[in-house]
């Protein structure tokens, strides 16, 4: 696999024995975490998405390049660019009992998912009156919200994988009852102050993960 199609992969970070041991795309992290239990196979490690701290597991069978293919055969986790919020391209299908509009010349299909919406009649029936039909006007309106609320749902991702990580790697460290409250109250300086006596390298990736929290 080329270096640019590691730098493509999803970020991920591993820790051992509370020390970061690598970090970087999914197929760098995963040769590191390879050669590290190669080395010494009783070590304890784990991997998390870097941004999300989801754990992560690896198939490290077989040499270096049967890791990173199996790493390339994986499915990306879905992107925004995968989104049509507008509907250009898109019949606009709905419940109401409207024809769709057909669709037109344009970018190709992203990939809208239809599912079952339960509405009031008279919002079908302002729906039905909005240009585009229907499904056009939900998707415009659920883009617009997601604009307006960005800034708070980023903060509560920031959150909640900032606690997804203490919970893993720091859940006996001392304070940390306190530290979390703190992450969830907004009170960046007692939290900072709570965790500064934890092991240096996770003390910074909770920094790092907990900053989009706490910034306004």
């Known amino acids: 696999m ?12 591993a820790f051992c024995d509370g020390e970061k ?3 970087g795309s999914q197929g760098q992290v995963a040769l590191a975490v390879k050669a590290a239990l190669e080395a010494d196979g009783a070590r304890q490690i784990l991997v998390f998405d ?4 989801q754990p992560i597991d690896f198939d490290l069978r077989g040499d270096a390049a049967a890791i990173l293919r199996r790493l390339a055969s994986k499915p990306m986790p879905e992107a925004e660019a995968g989104e049509n919020p507008a509907g250009e391209d898109q019949p606009a299908e709905d419940h109401a009992g409207h024809e769709p509009v057909p669709p037109r010349p344009g970018r190709p299909k992203l990939g809208v998912v239809a599912r079952e919406v339960t509405l009031l009649p008279r919002h079908w029936d302002w729906l039905a009156g909005q240009p585009g039909g229907a499904s056009v006007t939900l998707r415009k309106l659920v883009e617009a919200a997601r604009r307006q609320q960005a800034g708070g749902d980023a ?6 994988a900032t606690y997804r990580f203490m919970s893993a790697m720091t859940g006996n460290e001392t304070g940390f009852e306190e530290a979390v409250r703190a992450l969830f109250a907004d009170e960046r300086g007692k939290f900072e102050s709570l965790i500064a006596v934890w092991p240096r390298d996770l003390r910074d990736h909770i920094n790092e993960l907990a900053s989009k929290s706490f910034a306004r």
Do not use: V
């Not at 270096?3 to 991920?12: G, T, V």
């Open 2 to 13: 080329t270096q640019p199609e590691l730098q493509h992969q999803r970020r991920c970070i």
């Open 21 to 23: 041991l690598a970090a």
């Open 50 to 53: 870097a941004a999300t701290s």
């Open 155 to 160: 903060r509560r991702a920031a959150q909640e």
